[in-house]
């Protein structure tokens, strides 16, 4: 099956050029290739002679350790949350006073530990909120 023709022939790659570079230039090309994302460092050399801007993409290590944890948070509190909701559930079904206090306390519990988890998503926020402003 033959290949589909272009609708701007003015895009073919058709004039062909051969280039040798150094190896430092060489590798700087690579390293523009990894970070942009491009297939081969022919596409790289092509934008940048058209003038055309090269988008790189970073990786921030340092950010893994606070969103790991991030991820952990959310976790406690959607299972917390289950169990209040588990909780109010019980509340509402139990037909004596004794029953209702007992479900009454273990809710007061729960939210004991939203109130903790809480105060721990928020100093993380803090710290990453002063990594920010301060690199900008």
């Not at 190896?23 to 940048?48: D, N, P």
């Not at 530990?113 to 900008?136: F, H, M, P, Y």
């Amino acid at each position: 099956m033959p290949r589909k023709k272009l609708e701007n022939p003015e895009e073919i790659l058709s004039h062909p050029i051969i280039l040798r570079v150094t190896e430092k230039v060489f590798l700087k090309l690579e390293k523009l290739m990894k970070e942009s994302g491009y297939q081969s460092i022919g596409e790289v050399a092509r934008m940048i002679l058209s003038d055309q801007p090269i988008k790189c993409f970073y990786v921030d290590v340092s950010m893994n350790a606070p969103m790991e944890q991030l991820a952990l948070i959310r976790k406690e509190l959607k299972a917390v949350g289950i169990n209040i909701n588990q909780q109010t559930r019980y509340f509402h079904q139990s037909r004596t006073d004794a029953q209702k206090g007992f479900y009454a306390l273990k809710t007061a519990g729960l939210y004991q530990q939203v109130g903790q988890k809480t105060e721990e998503l928020l100093r993380i926020v803090n710290a990453l909120a002063a990594k920010w402003l301060q690199d900008s």
